[in-house]
Nanobody
Framework: VQLQACGGGLVQAGGSLRLSCAAS????????MGWFRQAPGKEREFVAT???????HYADSVKGRFTISRDNAANTVYLWMNSLKPDDTAVYFC??????????????????WGQGTLVTVSS
């Protein structure tokens, strides 16, 4: 599985962005998808996940502001980001796994990773 993320950019605080992550292959509906981010000088952290069973889970820091959704027909997962804050500035990575568990928040559970897209939120 190859993942290609895009949609990052520069936005003012309070603004919105939509990230997209397209997956190769024809087995997207078997994948659990996730978004992680890594800010300069910090460790990679969980943002959101979308289970192949339909559930979603969010980090407390983005709950109510970010929404993860998936389009299985288009092999794509999205991260809709609203009310952006300077603290949301990071490189955002999409990730995927086919494990039996779901709604994982720990990066080591994810087998496949995209290249990352930079989101910069100015104050």
């Amino acid at each position: 599985v190859q993942l290609q993320a895009c949609g990052g950019g520069l936005v003012q605080a309070g603004g919105s962005l939509r990230l997209s992550c397209a997956a190769s292959g024809r087995t997207f509906d078997t994948l659990h998808m996730g978004w992680f981010r890594q800010a300069p000088g910090k460790e990679r952290e969980f943002v959101a996940t979308s289970s192949r069973y339909g559930g979603t889970h969010y980090a407390d820091s983005v709950k109510g502001r970010f929404t993860i959704s998936r389009d299985n027909a288009a092999n794509t997962v999205y991260l809709w980001m609203n009310s952006l804050k300077p603290d949301d500035t990071a490189v955002y990575f999409c990730a995927a796994h086919r494990g039996s568990g779901n709604l994982y928040v720990i990066s080591r559970h994810y087998e496949y990773w995209g290249q990352g897209t930079l989101v910069t939120v100015s104050s």
